[in-house]
């Protein structure tokens, strides 16, 4: 433990003098280049990748990393963060793939460059590490951690060349947007990606990882699991969500930290909202009989702000209410790229209950 915080302490020292560095020398003349490559060779070196690291010592080591690049190349810190966080997502856990390499399983990031993309699709030589070769093909690879091989294992390598594909388009948000769909070529990435670098950068940290129940604790409401009982309101399609019965008129918290994505009618769903996590999951209200005027499309919201109020809107044109008794449905949606899949919000609406519950005792207690 002991030797990872010391660890911990020289990168920070490294981060301050390249960044120190590439203020003084300016960025792209021979000297700022040199501290550049220099700071991140001793930071980001064979012997510093060795070892995974542990939960809690990942966030630091992932922020010091963007920030480490940020300052060699002038993006800001949350849009590699964004970049990373949705390949993370997206990532499929397959059971029968081969264990990885050691220099994959000791990465801090989880961006992965196809190799036609890192070496150039015309290379010969699918699996090159020569930064010159590689960009005679025309491949994004670049060797970042200064050891003169471009190498798609290697973090510093790989948010470099990241940085190469931006810095290509321009610096602006909406520089970032095109070079973004340039690169994925899917709307749904691109929105994913800008959604992660708004939340990064309106928290100012990566640990967006807190929770609430989406209604005030208490005796009012009553809800049970009823994944895919083909219950719902309306009867056909399985039922992907909980109906939290509620009284009318009862508030409406976001479950998470996220942004607003979407806002208004539905048919089914009548007054509903959706709100995007960094997880990539999408949070929905459904059947409100109102929203609170702060929240807009768009919006970033925080675990337990009101968003809207408990109703029995839907099945039918705009306004309809009444079909069913007042109740919110709540479903949750996990993105996987080309996909989004419902999954059953139960377990954890059992779980942020419960630890809500737990906080509010503490509390007391102090
Ligand atoms: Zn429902």
Redesign the pocket.
């Known amino acids: 433990m002991l030797s990872l915080f010391q660890n911990m302490k020289e990168r920070r020292t490294v981060l301050c003098l390249s960044a120190a560095a590439l203020l003084w020398c300016g960025i792209g003349s021979p000297a700022a280049e040199a501290a550049r490559v220099t700071g991140l060779r001793e930071a980001y070196g064979a012997e510093a990748a060795s070892a995974p690291l542990s939960k809690e010592a990942l966030l630091p080591a992932r922020r010091e990393l963007y920030e480490q690049i940020s300052a060699a190349t002038g993006i800001p810190w949350f849009r590699f963060a964004a970049i990373d966080q949705y390949e993370r997502t997206i990532a499929k856990k397959a059971k029968h793939t081969p264990a990885p390499s050691p220099a994959a399983s000791a990465r801090l990031t989880d961006i992965r460059i196809p190799d036609p993309i890192w070496n150039g699709p015309l290379n010969p030589d699918q699996s090159d590490t020569s930064p010159a070769s590689i960009r005679f093909f025309g491949g994004l690879g670049r060797d970042g951690s200064g050891d003169g091989l471009a190498e798609p294992e290697n973090d510093a390598d790989v948010l470099y060349s990241v940085a190469g594909h931006l810095l290509s388009y321009g610096n602006s948000a909406s520089d970032f947007s095109i070079a973004v769909w340039e690169y994925y070529h899917n709307g749904r990435a691109a929105q994913r990606i800008n959604q992660f670098a708004k939340l990064y950068e309106h928290f100012g940290r990566l640990d967006l990882s807190g929770s609430a129940f989406p209604l005030p604790l208490g005796n009012l409401y009553s809800y049970r699991s009823t994944w895919g009982t083909g219950r719902?309101?309306g009867g056909a399609r399985i039922?992907e969500?909980?109906?939290l019965f509620a009284p009318h008129g009862l508030t409406v918290r976001s479950t998470c930290y996220g942004i607003v994505e979407t806002k208004g009618w539905n048919r089914y769903g009548g007054w509903r909202i959706g709100i995007r996590d960094i997880e990539n999951r999408y949070h929905y209200y459904?059947h409100l009989t109102g929203y609170d005027k702060t929240v807009s499309r768009g919006d970033i919201v925080s675990p337990g702000q009101t968003i809207g109020w408990v109703g029995s809107s839907g099945y039918g044109k705009p306004g309809t209410q009444g079909k069913f008794p007042p109740?919110l449905?709540f479903g949750l949606y996990k993105d996987r790229g080309l996909t989004e899949w419902a999954f059953d919000p139960y377990p954890l609406l059992k779980q942020w209950e419960n630890q809500e519950y737990r906080a509010l005792k503490n509390k007391k207690k102090k």
């Open positions: 719902s309101w039922h969500g909980t109906d459904a109740h449905h």
